[in-house]
């Protein structure tokens, strides 16, 4: 992988009391299983957020699509005695 990529270093402390007897078997478990811990938790908050963002698009196109104006269909209105006429200046 790229050095390039935002990232940073991530540095552990062990203390001898932190590896003596059976806790050694659970320390080095920890430190080798670590990579995979960060990158589960990264890949599943990525794949979160993505979604939010599908569902916030989603959204918003539906608001879009309830804003959109009719075609324009002249008017045919009616005077008082029945007689009906489309008005000039609504010509499409």
Same mark, same amino acid.
């Given at each position: 992988?790229?050095?390039?990529? @935002?990232?940073?270093?991530?540095?552990?402390?062990?203390? %001898? &009391?932190?590896?003596?007897?059976?806790?050694?078997?659970? *320390?080095?478990? @920890?430190?080798?299983?670590?990579? *995979?811990?960060?990158?589960?938790?990264?890949?599943?908050?990525?794949?979160?957020?993505?979604? &939010?963002?599908?569902?916030?698009?989603? +959204?918003?196109? /539906?608001?879009? @699509?309830?804003?959109? *104006?009719?075609?324009?269909?002249?008017?045919?209105? /009616? %005077?008082? +005695?029945?007689?009906?006429?489309?008005?000039?200046?609504?010509?499409?």
């Amino acid at each position: 992988q790229s050095l390039a990529a @935002n990232g940073g270093f991530v540095s552990f402390v062990l203390f %001898t &009391r932190h590896v003596t007897g059976a806790k050694l078997e659970t *320390a080095v478990w @920890n430190m080798l299983s670590f990579y *995979a811990f960060i990158s589960f938790h990264i890949k599943c908050s990525k794949a979160f957020w993505h979604s &939010r963002m599908r569902l916030r698009t989603e +959204s918003l196109l /539906k608001a879009l @699509n309830r804003c959109k *104006a009719e075609p324009f269909e002249p008017l045919e209105k /009616k %005077t008082f +005695s029945g007689r009906t006429f489309v008005r000039k200046d609504q010509d499409p």
